[in-house]
């Protein structure tokens, strides 16, 4: 009998257990719990603790309300320039609606998936390739259009959708990069074409004015050279008058005599035996005749009289050398007299040491008086 009344209580426990863990339900935050009494929809359970009756109601579903992604696979698309392109597209979306979502479709990201796939189609069959491969906006915006349109009876908000990927044929991507780099290669080379020619522009500027610059250098170095030149040349022409001047002046104010030009003569006579090519020089014995006609032949010469008379004039030379001190003039004076004397021995190679001349040799004498017509 006791143990019958244990079994009793112990039944009487789990039935108790079971009733309370039918009839106290706990929902999630942001999730709704479909509550069904006999198969038909009775209420939506809020996030919390609810109480349903047991063994009658029953919650079927229990929705996510919260925003999901859903990535589907690639899809292949054809263009209208009969291209198959691979597609790649992400759908953000939120569940707005509970009850719509679960008994108006059965499977909402099925439905989704395939509008989708027939509204990409639609969009993208229009558009050729090149418009594809740039127009992500636009194919986003009419693909959200859609399926937000579609998807609100089913209590499903689309809140975005993305392209993540466009594939072309790998025949049209080698086509594209080849003609990606045909177009980087021709503006790389307009580039270097104007490059260059700024290079050049810049260089013929540099050179131009470089030759304006050096021009008007020598021109002005030229300019400079004549002005020197001129100056020069006007410098010179005034002193070589000033001197023939000066020179003139002191030969008419000293009144020069045949005596000048016989000592003249005698001068020239060793630099005329000094000469290279004088091999041999003869000394002829009739020179003393020789002077005294040069000095003969002088006296018709005009301007230059045969005696002149009165002081000479001495002509002011302005500064000259420091004055020669007796003993140097004394010397001078001697070597005068000595050349006169070898001058008169050459004239008279055979005359003796007493004074008496040689067969055909001839003595000579000074002009009037005896004495040395240089003396």
Known sequence: MGLAILILLALIFLFVLTVLAKTIRIVPQARAGIVERFGKYRTTLDPGLNVVVPFIDKVRYVIDMREQV???PPQPVITEDNLVVSIDTVIYFQVTDPVAATYEIANYIQAIEQLTMTTLRNIVGGM???????SRESINGGLRGVLDEATGKWGVRVNRVEIKGIDPPPSIKDS?????????DKRAAILTAEGDRQSAILTAEGNKQSAILNAEGERESSILRAQADREAAILRAQGEGQAIQTVFQAIHDGRPDQSLLAYQYLQMMPQIAQGDANKVWIVPSEIGKALEGLGSTMNNLQGIPQETSGPAKRVDMGPSEPAVPASG???ADDAVQAAIKEAQAAANPRRGSGGSSAAGG???????GGEDPLS
Request: aromatic share 4%; hydrophobic share 30%; glycine share 4%.
């Open 70 to 72: 859903v990535s589907f």
């Open 128 to 134: 050729d390739l090149e418009e594809t491969l740039t």
């Open 362 to 368: 001839t003595e000579q004498s000074g002009p009037a």
């Open 329 to 331: 003039k004394s010397s």
């Open 176 to 184: 594209m990069e080849k003609q990606m780099r045909a177009d980087r």
